[in-house]
């Protein structure tokens, strides 16, 4: 017989773990390293450990950039931890302390690099040198699932901002490599954007890197009223809503329009649709499987009313958003269980194209999966 007892201290033990565990806020998007090492010496493992609880606990860096190694040879660990620009030193400090602890958890204990991403900071640790190296992969997409108006022009003057940011954030120093500001568009609409390198990059790398991810727009989220391009060395937003703090944004003039071309009847998004979810959350879900959870919504939908076209285009923003990121759940949840059965994550290669030199090589998922 088991005592009561035992049992409800069991359950205890349970909820309060589980509590533990789900204080800390899913990453938006991690990747865990395939490079792993099964040996004797769990020094990196111990390294790693003190390190990222060092950093979290650090109260000395007010301006948001942690570089720091430790160990020797095999065993040295390199960490980049990097929050927005904006963000206050506070919330830079709990957005590091939670990421701590949640990549050791979604990646397995002998993997020797990894990187998460939240809005508000990333934490990044490897065995190789990652010092004033820029690295522009692995990489993701975000994207907002509604049309801008009049998207040509929208889309000029994005550029145009984003040209203008890369430049500013470029031109930072060592400890700053940060921009935002906001445009006017057509029809009125104000256009919120942001890039950041990290500040251990050199100008030219930081031009270099945030050219990349602004020319990659058009892949990510062309014509779209928000975006992200996010790469382990710099990233690019954004959105039609003020997702920053104004107090950082830089003064910008916005350019003159250009003149619209009559021809074409730009589609008005639906109203009163996502309006209070403004991100989008469509995160390394390839696109067949979002397909498939449209039509599966789409038939859902149909039944009991016999309507499919009807109902077919009263699928909202929000659900799709809601479907997507239940997906993402699973995706995480079963990517979880794979890691705890040590199994590789090589299949995630099967779609990439290009050679990746040396790390994550596994990991790179093909974010290009929303367009072809
Ligand atoms: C990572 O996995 C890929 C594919 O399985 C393999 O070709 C590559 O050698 C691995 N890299 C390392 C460092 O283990
Ligand atoms: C942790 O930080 C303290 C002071 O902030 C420093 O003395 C110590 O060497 C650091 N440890 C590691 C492993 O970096
Ligand atoms: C990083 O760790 C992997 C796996 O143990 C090893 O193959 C690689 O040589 C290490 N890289 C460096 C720079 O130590
Ligand atoms: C860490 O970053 C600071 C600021 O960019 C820089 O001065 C320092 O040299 C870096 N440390 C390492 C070990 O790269
Ligand atoms: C454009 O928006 C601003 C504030 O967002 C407002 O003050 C201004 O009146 C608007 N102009 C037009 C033409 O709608
Ligand atoms: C746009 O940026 C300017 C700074 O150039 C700032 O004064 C203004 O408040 C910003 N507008 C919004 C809506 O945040």
């Known amino acids: 017989m088991v005592s009561p007892r035992l049992i409800s201290l069991?359950?205890?033990?349970?909820?309060?773990?589980?509590?533990?565990?789900?204080?800390?806020?899913?990453?938006?998007?991690?990747?865990?390293?395939?490079?792993?090492?099964?040996?004797?010496?769990?020094?990196?493992?111990?390294?790693?450990?003190?390190?990222?609880?060092?950093?979290?606990?650090?109260?000395?860096?007010?301006?948001g950039f942690y570089n720091f190694s430790s160990g020797e040879n095999s065993d040295k660990v390199n960490v980049i931890g990097l929050c927005r620009g904006d963000v206050k030193v506070q919330d830079?400090?709990?957005?590091?302390?939670?990421?701590?602890?949640?990549?050791?958890?979604?990646?397995?204990?002998?993997?020797?690099?990894?990187?998460?991403?939240?809005?508000?900071?990333?934490?990044?640790?490897?065995?190789?040198?990652?010092?004033?190296?820029?690295?522009?992969?692995?990489?993701?997409?975000?994207?907002?699932?509604?049309?801008?108006?009049?998207?040509?022009?929208f889309k000029f003057v994005v550029t145009k901002l984003m040209?203008?940011?890369?430049?500013k954030a470029a031109s930072g120093n060592s400890l700053h490599k940060f921009a935002a500001a906001n445009a006017t568009g057509p029809s009125n609409q104000t256009i919120f954007g942001?890039?950041?390198?990290?500040?251990?990059?050199?100008?030219?790398?930081?031009?270099?890197?945030?050219?990349?991810?602004i020319s990659e727009i058009p892949k990510c989220c062309d014509g779209m009223k928000g975006g992200r391009v996010v790469r382990p060395s710099c990233n690019i937003r954004y959105e039609t809503y003020s997702f920053?703090?104004?107090?950082?944004?830089?003064?910008?003039?916005?350019?003159?329009?250009?003149?619209?071309?009559?021809?074409?009847?730009?589609?008005?998004?639906?109203q009163g649709k996502c309006?209070?979810?403004?991100?989008?959350?469509?995160?390394?879900?390839?696109?067949i499987v979002l397909l498939a959870v449209l039509i599966f919504v789409v038939v859902l939908k149909a039944r009991g009313t016999n309507n499919m076209e009807s109902k077919s285009t009263y699928i909202s923003c929000s659900e799709l958003q809601n479907e997507v990121q239940k997906l993402k759940l699973q995706q995480e949840q079963s990517k979880l269980q794979q890691q705890q059965m040590n199994a590789t994550l090589?299949?995630?290669?099967?779609?990439?194209?290009?050679?990746?030199?040396?790390?994550?090589?596994t990991t790179v998922q093909n974010p290009g999966a929303k367009t072809q």
């Open 346 to 361: 090589a299949f995630l290669l099967q779609n990439f194209e290009g050679q990746v030199p040396s790390e994550f090589v």
């Open 163 to 167: 040209r203008f940011l890369r430049e």
């Open 10 to 63: 069991l359950c205890f033990f349970l909820i309060s773990h589980h509590a533990t565990i789900s204080a800390q806020q899913n990453f938006l998007k991690f990747f865990c390293g395939n490079s792993t090492s099964d040996d004797a010496t769990s020094t990196f493992k111990t390294n790693l450990k003190s390190l990222l609880l060092n950093i979290s606990t650090n109260s000395n860096i007010y301006y």
């Open 92 to 153: 830079c400090r709990s957005c590091l302390a939670d990421s701590r602890v949640v990549l050791p958890q979604v990646c397995a204990p002998n993997v020797r690099e990894a990187i998460g991403w939240y809005d508000n900071c990333f934490l990044r640790y490897s065995n190789r040198t990652i010092f004033g190296v820029m690295q522009t992969q692995p990489y993701f997409y975000l994207w907002n699932t509604q049309d801008a108006l009049q998207k040509d022009q």
């Open 194 to 213: 942001l890039v950041q390198c990290t500040p251990d990059l050199s100008i030219k790398d930081c031009d270099i890197c945030l050219d990349g991810a």
């Open 275 to 287: 309006n209070t979810s403004p991100a989008v959350i469509a995160v390394g879900v390839p696109i």
């Open 244 to 270: 920053f703090d104004p107090a950082a944004s830089q003064p910008f003039t916005s350019p003159p329009l250009p003149p619209s071309s009559p021809a074409v009847v730009q589609p008005q998004p639906k």
